[in-house]
Structures are given as C-alpha cells and as structure tokens.
C-alpha cells in the first residue's frame, strides 16, 4: 500500500534505490558529484519529516537524500530486521549505492541512534552526525537501569504508558507494547495508529498540533503508519522502550566510541521536547559518549521534540554550518 506523502511535490526527485536485495525509497536534491548528507527520519515518521527541510538544503552544493527505512512508506517491508543494527547496514549499502563513499548523517530521535550505530561499526562512511531530539543510548540506557528520575517519568510517561513509570527501577516485564496484537481488527489498528499520532503530537511545543504544520505531520504520519509502516514503527519503539537484555546490550558496547573524529557530533533539542528532555541531551557531552571537544548542544528556542517539523530552518543552518566537515567541500 502506497503513503500519500511518497507522492508528495517539491524540489526533490523520488526514486527507488536497489540495496542489499531490497528497495528503499528516497527524495533527494542534487547530484552524487555533490557531497551526500543523509537524512534519516524517527521511528514513527517517514522521509516526509524532512519535507521542510530539503527546500532548505535544495540551493547547497550538496546531494541531500531524505530515505524511508526498510518497512516505511514506498520502501520494501520484511519479515524482520527492525531494529538499529540491521537499519545501520541498510545505510551502509544506501550510501555506497547513491555513489558515495562517506556522508553527514541527520537523524531525528530513533534515526540518530542509527547514525551511531553506523558510525560505530562502519566509521569511515560517517563524517559527522547531527542528531535532533535523541541522545547517545548509552545515556538511555543509564536511565532505564537506575532508579527513575522524576524528570525522565515526566518527559516519558505519554509514550510509554504511566504505569511503566510506578514498577520498580529497572525495565519491567509487563511494560505495554504499542503494536497491534495478532487477530486486531482494523478498528483496533487504527486506535493504534491514533494513539501514536496523538502521543506525538503531544511531545511538540505548545500550539504546534493546533497549527496547519502540526495538522499536516499528523495526517502524514497516519497516513504513513495505515499504509503499513505501523510494524516496523511498533518494532522500533519496542526496542529503545523494552529492549532485550542480550541484543541491547550487545548494541550498546558496539556503541561505546561512535566517531574515530571525536569532535563531530552536535545534537539538537527543542526546550520544549518532552521525550527527550534539554538535560537528557547534555550528560551526552558531560558523560564524553558522543565525543568531546567540539562537540555540543544547540538548544533550539519554541521546538518541541520533532524539530525538523517544527524548527526546519534551526535544522538546515546546524546542517550548512558543519557542511564542512564532508570531503571535497
């Protein structure tokens, strides 16, 4: 089934892009003779969450790339392979298949923690991240594992349900799944759907989903997630909400030194982000998990958690001003 937002018009050309035996959807701007900058979306979007910011990126000497992860949109969907380490390879082969041999990755939330995971396991094919609304994982998992925060039950809570927030400190095993059990009805489906719009919505700043722009991300967004990316949106909350001890932790010691260049990362937040609150984001840095140096926090003012959607232009100048962190540039 085919989302309305893989049809959607601007300066961007769709196409289909062959990798590791599957198709993966894109919107891109410019030329593989530019440098690539890779924009990589959140666990319940689409390349639409970009849409804002490509017209942005359009006039650089840049080839920008907005891609639908496996399962998302246009894109082919599996049987499995939903999570950041499978996902990571995906972008490996994406990159090399758009004629590139390295690229600055953008990622909003869940698209960030692939970028880590690619810059681990493949580092030569990152030239820097720019992360919105995410934090380094070894920091979540920190919070998963110690006793809670009453900041980290506040900013979490509408995600995960409240009753996650009154087990004990450590992740409980009944902690509710967002996917659609096997035998749903369409009806229940779409309460599915409806509670992750809703809830997503509600990590945007104040007035956001009252606006034409949070109107037009809520109807992407369903729209996407009827068109079957509701598997691999529920797998992938899954497993930064419920992660399997072995796998995850597994993932997380790959993840321990992300950049051989330790000084290209910066992360974006919105003050008003919810999900992953301003003080999440710093004891990334304090902590040295996703470099040092230059590395920083750029707190973007009157920004909920979707910043690419809400704050596009904050987005597309943290991009332009670290374009030179690309070869040939």
Same mark, same amino acid.
């Given at each position: 089934m085919?989302?309305?937002?893989?049809q959607?018009d601007g #300066?961007?050309?769709?196409?289909?892009v062959?990798?590791?035996? /599957?198709r993966l959807?894109?919107?891109?701007?410019?030329t593989?003779?530019?440098?690539?900058?890779?924009?990589?979306h !959140?666990s319940?979007?689409?390349?639409? =969450?970009?849409s804002?910011?490509l017209?942005l990126?359009?006039d650089?000497p840049?080839?920008?790339?907005?891609?639908?992860?496996?399962?998302?949109?246009?894109?082919?969907?599996t049987? %499995?392979g939903?999570?950041?380490?499978v996902a990571?390879?995906?972008?490996?082969g994406?990159i090399r298949?758009?004629g590139?041999? &390295?690229?600055?990755l953008v !990622?909003?939330?869940?698209g960030t923690?692939?970028?880590?995971?690619?810059?681990?396991r493949?580092?030569d +094919?990152?030239?820097? $991240?720019v992360?919105?609304g995410?934090?380094h994982p /070894?920091?979540?998992?920190s919070k +998963?594992?110690s006793?809670?925060?009453?900041?980290f039950?506040t900013a +979490?809570?509408p995600?995960? !349900?409240?009753?996650?927030?009154?087990s004990?400190?450590?992740?409980?095993?009944?902690l509710?799944?967002?996917g659609p059990k096997?035998?749903?009805?369409?009806?229940?489906?779409d309460?599915? $759907?409806?509670?992750i719009?809703?809830?997503s +919505?509600?990590?945007?700043? #104040?007035?956001?989903?009252?606006?034409?722009?949070?109107?037009?991300?809520?109807d992407l967004? %369903?729209?996407s997630?009827?068109a079957?990316?509701?598997r691999?949106a529920?797998a992938?909350i899954?497993?930064w909400t419920?992660?399997k #001890?072995?796998?995850f932790?597994?993932w $997380?010691?790959?993840?321990?030194?992300?950049?051989?260049?330790?000084t290209?990362?910066v992360l974006?937040?919105?003050d008003?982000?919810r999900?992953t609150p301003v003080?999440?984001v710093r004891?990334?840095? &304090?902590r040295?998990?996703?470099g040092?140096?230059n590395?920083e926090?750029?707190v973007v =003012?009157?920004?909920?958690h979707?910043? #690419?959607l809400?704050a596009?232009k904050?987005v597309a100048?943290?991009?332009?001003?670290?374009l030179?962190?690309?070869p040939?540039y």
């Amino acid at each position: 089934m085919t989302s309305h937002s893989d049809q959607l018009d601007g #300066p961007w050309r769709h196409r289909m892009v062959h990798v590791h035996g /599957q198709r993966l959807h894109v919107a891109e701007c410019g030329t593989a003779a530019d440098p690539l900058v890779l924009l990589l979306h !959140g666990s319940t979007g689409g390349w639409f =969450e970009w849409s804002e910011v490509l017209p942005l990126l359009s006039d650089a000497p840049i080839h920008a790339v907005a891609v639908s992860l496996r399962g998302y949109g246009q894109s082919d969907r599996t049987p %499995r392979g939903y999570d950041p380490e499978v996902a990571a390879e995906d972008i490996a082969g994406l990159i090399r298949a758009l004629g590139h041999s &390295t690229a600055l990755l953008v !990622g909003q939330g869940f698209g960030t923690w692939i970028a880590w995971t690619l810059a681990a396991r493949t580092p030569d +094919l990152c030239s820097g $991240i720019v992360g919105c609304g995410s934090t380094h994982p /070894q920091v979540w998992l920190s919070k +998963l594992m110690s006793p809670w925060s009453e900041a980290f039950r506040t900013a +979490l809570a509408p995600t995960v !349900g409240r009753s996650w927030w009154r087990s004990r400190p450590r992740v409980p095993a009944g902690l509710k799944r967002f996917g659609p059990k096997r035998g749903q009805t369409p009806s229940q489906q779409d309460l599915t $759907i409806e509670k992750i719009v809703k809830e997503s +919505l509600a990590s945007t700043a #104040p007035g956001f989903a009252n606006s034409e722009a949070g109107a037009r991300m809520a109807d992407l967004m %369903r729209d996407s997630l009827r068109a079957g990316a509701l598997r691999p949106a529920t797998a992938h909350i899954d497993w930064w909400t419920k992660p399997k #001890p072995g796998s995850f932790r597994r993932w $997380i010691k790959a993840v321990e030194k992300p950049l051989h260049d330790r000084t290209r990362t910066v992360l974006l937040v919105g003050d008003s982000d919810r999900k992953t609150p301003v003080e999440l984001v710093r004891e990334s840095m &304090t902590r040295g998990v996703t470099g040092g140096g230059n590395s920083e926090v750029i707190v973007v =003012e009157g920004a909920g958690h979707y910043l #690419p959607l809400e704050a596009p232009k904050a987005v597309a100048e943290a991009v332009c001003e670290r374009l030179h962190w690309l070869p040939r540039y």
